[in-house]
């Protein structure tokens, strides 16, 4: 196994024991790692800081509008939250990918990455 497939396996392994989210989309899940580019490998850079509003607007600005092409509406914001609540707000891990992944479903962008 490579790299990539060896933090997949951890993710999917997170969103099941630590998210309660029996069926995970692999391949999706795959390819918002890959959509998270090198910061997947940066201990820091690979989880989401919810209590930060500059890294929120930052995952609205270049993922959900730039990569998924969405218009800035109030349903970003409020997709956003609702997978900050996903996580928990204690939750400190957040991971990148997992929270792409979660985006993707939730305004079904699925096919742009198949």
Do not use: H, Q, W
């Given at each position: 196994m490579g790299k990539l497939d060896d933090v997949v396996a951890k993710l999917e392994a997170?969103?099941?024991d630590?998210?309660?989210i029996e069926k995970v989309d692999?391949?999706?899940l795959r390819a918002a790692a890959k959509a998270c580019?090198?910061?997947?490998?940066?201990k820091d850079a690979s989880t989401v800081s919810?209590?930060?509003a500059t890294e929120l607007e930052r995952v609205k600005t270049n993922f959900l509008i730039k990569k998924l092409g969405l218009k800035d509406t109030p349903k970003l914001d409020e997709?956003?939250?609702e997978?900050?609540?996903?996580?928990?707000?204690?939750?400190?891990?957040?991971y990148r990918a997992i929270f792409y992944y979660l985006l993707i479903k939730k305004f079904k962008k699925?096919?742009?990455f198949k």
């Open positions: 997170n969103m099941k630590k998210l309660g692999t391949k999706l580019g090198p910061a997947l490998y940066n919810s209590g930060d997709a956003i939250s997978v900050v609540e996903t996580f928990g707000k204690s939750n400190r891990n957040k699925a096919s742009m």
